[in-house]
């Protein structure tokens, strides 16, 4: 049964509350003034320390080996071998990692002729997929257009 002076029923309260949309003085339990924002910016010149893992041995992991391919940084001279980030060889733990199936069909249809092997310390310094992902996907360089 409805109870009288409340429509609709679903509304709590009681009823006759006054409400105002109008744009008034607002009033506020502290005092508040006009103030200003200061933003700071901080620059991180070498983020490759924030993702890579101290000491890692990534022996017995995967990662995915291209045919040689620049560097896309302005002026950088590096050329990789293999999947990187941040002149890093990318590894998965997993051989059928999706993540890592995923990157080798990228290569694939870039024409990069990918092969996913067994990660080596002898081909070069590595970092963990998943360690660069946590870090927000540091990158060298990005390549102008």
């Not at 009681?14 to 620059?43: C, K, M, N, W």
């Not at 002026?75 to 590894?91: K, P, Q």
């Not at 996913?116 to 540091?138: K, L, M, Q």
Request: aromatic content about 10%; glycine content about 8%; charged content about 20%.
């Amino acid at each position: 049964m409805r109870k009288a002076g409340r429509s609709p029923s679903a509304c709590p309260g009681p009823a006759g509350l006054p409400f105002s949309f109008d744009p008034g003085p607002r009033r506020y339990l502290v005092r508040v003034e006009q103030g200003q924002i200061t933003a700071e910016h901080t620059v991180i010149e070498e983020t490759e320390e924030l993702w890579q893992e101290e000491g890692a041995d990534h022996l017995g992991w995967f990662c995915v080996r291209t045919d040689p391919f620049p560097c896309p940084a302005s002026g950088c001279t590096f050329v990789a071998d293999f999947m990187t980030a941040a002149h890093l060889i990318l590894v998965w733990q997993e051989l059928d990692d999706p993540n890592l199936l995923r990157h080798a069909a990228r290569a694939r249809d870039v024409g990069r002729n990918p092969r996913v092997t067994g990660y080596r310390s002898e081909f070069g310094p590595s970092a963990s997929y998943y360690a660069w992902i946590a870090a927000g996907r540091p990158v060298h360089g990005v390549k102008q257009a």
